[in-house]
């Protein structure tokens, strides 16, 4: 590793760590920037295992930093992705009211959406469902054109592509260990040596507070992982959704409903759930971690968390080990889906932030501490909102740091 004394270390390779990486070796060439990435590849956690859209920003409460960086965040992507060969496509979203009971909560969903500034919204009813996705079940349903689909992994790549070009230094199977300051200055103890920076970036995701407390920074949040799994529909069964099919959310938490999702590839995909992991990086239903698990069952704010919501986690839990709950799930909005329709199973883990009252954090959220930064919560829409996310950073950094 180059020895140099950094004047910026962000901690973390995934989309949101490069773009901001990218951005500040666009905008400040001359400060020294190192990114520090455990893993041997870039993009390996949630931004190489989620579900590649490019969202149109409809769900967020209006003025919140999801709703602001998604609208301003999609046209950016794009823009991006046209100038470096990226392909994506604007394939459409359907969301899918199933009962009279929903419809409140999917003319709600409208009027965010337009608030939002998601383009081209339109409320439409059973015939034009049925023309658009043939296999769809509902009564009515929110249409947004302006939704796409990508491979985030590619755009990280990208930004790692430019950051590098730029002269930036970007150091893979380098954990961060340890964190100790002296002489005005932070000395990172990493899997490929000792760093010294003037300034920290904590990009780390999943593990953005255990970061944070190697500073010996108290964020007042704890991530809590939650393991959102999902099955591959067989190729000759694809057919059966043309896009991206959406349920009616549950408005009180941060995940979307199990729903059909196009990939750029042309799979179609079905899920993910949200199911609570034992392990930060648990993409397994029998995966343990004792040291995470413990800090877990340690933090007052899971226990207040779990007494609000056992219900919805038990229910999720039992969906998970039942692939028949799961089926049915997924056969409220396309009703032929058979068991044997779905193949491969697979997962991404969502580094969720819970505040120690148990509530989750349903916006981004990014804190300044003494010469550090954090990125504490950056759930989807995040992988959108990457671009503007990162503006917001670099903003907060020629402030905090000092940058010219
Ligand atoms: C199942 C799922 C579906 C999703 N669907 C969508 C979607 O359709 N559209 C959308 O916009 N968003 C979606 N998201 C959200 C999106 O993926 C995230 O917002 C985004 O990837 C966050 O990027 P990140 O860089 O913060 O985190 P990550 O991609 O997790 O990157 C963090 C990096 O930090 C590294 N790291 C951690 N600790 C250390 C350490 N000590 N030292 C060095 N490196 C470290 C990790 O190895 C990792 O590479 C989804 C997420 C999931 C999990």
Redesign the pocket.
């Known amino acids: 590793m180059d020895s140099t004394r950094h004047d910026i270390a962000i901690?973390?390779?995934?989309?949101?760590?490069?773009a901001t990486a990218m951005r500040l070796a666009q905008e400040h060439p001359r400060v020294k920037v190192v990114v520090?990435?455990?893993?041997g590849r870039?993009?390996?956690?949630?931004?190489?295992?989620?579900?590649?859209?490019?969202?149109a920003g409809i769900y967020y409460a209006p003025g919140s930093q999801k709703a602001n960086f998604?609208a301003q965040g999609g046209p950016l992507l794009r823009r991006f992705s046209d100038e470096h060969g990226i392909p994506y496509e604007m394939c459409g979203k359907l969301i899918v009211a199933l009962t009279e009971g929903e419809l409140p909560r999917l003319e709600e969903l409208f009027r965010r959406g337009t608030a939002n500034g998601a383009a081209g919204l339109e409320m439409i009813g059973p015939e034009r469902l049925r023309e658009l996705e043939p296999h769809a079940a509902g009564i009515k349903a929110i249409l947004s054109p302006n939704t796409g689909i990508i491979a985030?992994r590619r755009v990280?790549e990208a930004y790692a592509g430019e950051f590098t070009k730029q002269g930036g230094e970007l150091v893979l199977d380098?954990?961060?260990?340890a964190v100790r300051r002296a002489d005005g200055r932070l000395h990172l103890e990493?899997t490929k040596g000792a760093v010294s920076a003037a300034n920290l970036i904590n990009?780390?995701?999943?593990?953005?507070d255990?970061?944070a407390r190697?500073m010996g920074v108290d964020i007042g949040v704890r991530i809590i992982p939650f393991r959102?799994e999902?099955f591959s529909i067989k190729p000759e069964r694809a057919h059966l959704v043309r896009s991206l099919i959406y349920p009616v959310p549950d408005p009180r938490l941060p995940f979307l409903g199990v729903h059909f999702?196009k990939r750029i590839t042309g799979e179609v995909e079905a899920g993910?759930n949200a199911v609570l992991a034992f392990a930060r990086e648990g993409y397994r239903k029998t995966s343990l971690s004792p040291g995470d698990t413990a800090g877990m069952l340690a933090f007052p704010g899971f226990w207040r968390m779990s007494r609000t919501y056992w219900r919805t986690g038990f229910n999720e839990q039992y969906r998970s080990w039942m692939k028949g709950v799961f089926l049915r799930s997924l056969q409220t909005l396309v009703p032929d889906i058979r068991m044997d329709d779905l193949g491969e199973p697979g997962?991404?883990?969502?580094?969720q932030a819970v505040d120690r009252k148990g509530k989750l954090l349903q916006d981004f959220s990014i804190a300044e501490t003494r010469n550090a930064i954090h990125?504490l919560n950056?759930?989807?829409?995040?992988?959108?909102?990457?671009l503007t996310i990162s503006r917001y950073i670099v903003d907060m950094a020629r402030k905090s740091f000092g940058l010219n």
């Open positions: 901690v973390g390779g995934g989309i949101i760590g490069l520090l990435e455990k893993e870039v993009a390996e956690h949630q931004t190489g295992h989620n579900s590649g859209v490019i969202h998604c985030f990280a380098a954990r961060l260990t990493t990009c780390a995701g999943l593990h953005a255990a970061v190697m959102g999902y999702t993910p997962s991404g883990v969502r580094a990125v950056a759930p989807s829409p995040g992988a959108t909102s990457s």
